[in-house]
């Protein structure tokens, strides 16, 4: 069977965040799948952190700087105009499905005409089936090109934030007219459930991110004086950093005699590396005024992979999460997870097993799961090793791409996959 050409479409694309993207996207290319890549914006140089991410800008199409050239613009929905009826019902599709109000119908107005490019890039690249990542704006790009060209399309949903806004979204109208959606977690699929009606659940399958479980190969970490944590993520609210850096002020300070979550006697030896960058990032510098707490900035794949190497416990304390990819890499590296008890994360986080769960926004909880981990190298170990065998099972990319590709073939054949987990 002849493998479907596929597109793959995102906000921004490559970007140092989602490197869960990139690896599904090689993957799928190492399986025989050809695939596009296309971009809405041009991503920023902050995100250009390693030889991947350069070489996977430079080959991508990005839709806004095609738009700029009026005649490319113009001659792309010309052509579509050729088709009045299907152009007239993309038409009225961007202004049923746009958000309450002017702005919302311009925004709108304005996807409509990226799409008519994107789908004439499609169209002249012989693009069998298009597929999405993080359903907002860009989903709603996707589903105008879709309609516009007749190429069915398909998108992967996440969570959090598509979730608090569900209508401005729409993600009903997306679900209805996707071939099918990839949910990232058994939670992710239950509250695209809450919203989307009942005829289209069959369609709704678990595939989950990955990664490349050799990238992150364990080491036999010895003894030493110091304990090193890491967070790694962007640096914004939502990731709870403030409790992370409040729990490391706490650790420095001489325990009270009756504090019921004291694991030791004297201050420990700690230090924190925080990889990342986001709008908070100056306020949680100035807070970690004082703090064993080092900042790097975004890094690449491989830079990640060597600082996980050279931790001990990696923290996560996220208010708001679908199923984070970082877990998945520093379980890979053979790290113990302290994370928040949220969402997906226990679809992947077992407490005790394999890390530790806190519940969100609960600074002793997280002080005291710290120290516990601080305190035990023995439970460090145990917890690293079946963190490693979960990912292993669980979440290597390279059998997860096996299941979307599964998932493009059966949908191109025209067959109903009966399973929701591939």
């Given at each position: ?144 090109a879709s309609a516009l060209s007749g190429i069915p ?156 190497s050279k931790a001990d416990i990696f923290v996560l ?106």
């Open positions: 069977m002849t493998l479907p050409k596929l597109a793959y479409l995102t906000g921004e694309y490559p970007r140092a965040s989602d490197t869960f993207i990139q690896r599904e996207v090689a993957a799928l290319r190492a399986l025989g799948h050809e695939v596009d890549t296309c971009s809405i914006r041009t991503t920023g140089p902050e995100h250009l952190v390693g030889p991947e991410q350069r070489a996977e800008h430079a080959r991508t199409f990005k839709v806004l700087d095609a738009c700029k050239r009026p005649m490319t613009l113009i001659r792309a929905h010309l052509h579509w105009m050729r088709a009045p009826r299907r152009y007239l019902r993309a038409l009225k599709l961007a202004w049923a499905t746009a958000p309450k109000g002017v702005k919302g119908r311009l925004y709108n107005l304005i996807y409509f005409l990226e799409a008519g490019v994107l789908a004439a890039h499609l169209t002249d690249k012989g693009i069998d089936h298009l597929h999405n990542h993080i359903a907002k704006a860009s989903c709603t790009v996707a589903m105008l399309y398909s998108f992967t949903i996440h969570g959090p934030d598509i979730f608090f806004e569900p209508h401005h979204w729409r993600i009903d109208e997306k679900a209805a007219r996707a071939t099918f959606v990839a949910c990232i977690s058994d939670f992710c699929r239950s509250q695209l459930m809450c919203f989307a009606d009942q005829a289209h659940w069959d369609r709704f399958h678990i595939v989950h991110c990955g990664v490349e479980p050799d990238r992150y190969t364990p080491i036999e970490r010895e003894e030493k004086s110091r304990t090193d944590l890491v967070f790694v993520g962007r640096l914004a609210g939502v990731k709870g950093v403030p409790l992370l850096l409040n729990a490391m002020r706490r650790l420095q300070q001489p325990p009270a005699t009756d504090d019921p979550h004291r694991a030791f006697d004297e201050p420990p030896a700690v230090h924190l590396t925080i990889v990342g960058d986001g709008p908070d990032r100056a306020a949680l510098e100035q807070q970690a005024a004082g703090l064993p707490v080092t900042f790097t900035g975004y890094r690449s794949q491989s830079e990640v992979a060597e600082i996980l304390p996220s208010f708001a999460e679908g199923l984070p990819v970082v877990l998945m890499e520093a379980m890979a590296a053979g790290l113990p997870v302290i994370t928040t008890r949220i969402a997906g994360v226990p679809e992947l986080v077992t407490h005790g097993y394999n890390g530790l769960l806190v519940p969100p926004g609960n600074e002793t909880a997280l002080f005291a799961a710290i120290s516990t981990l601080v305190e035990s190298p023995e439970l460090r170990a145990q917890m690293g090793e079946t963190g490693r065998e979960t990912v292993k099972a669980d979440f290597d990319i390279a059998t997860e791409a096996k299941k979307l590709s599964w998932l493009f073939q059966e949908y191109s054949a025209g067959r109903q996959p009966r399973w929701t987990r591939p």
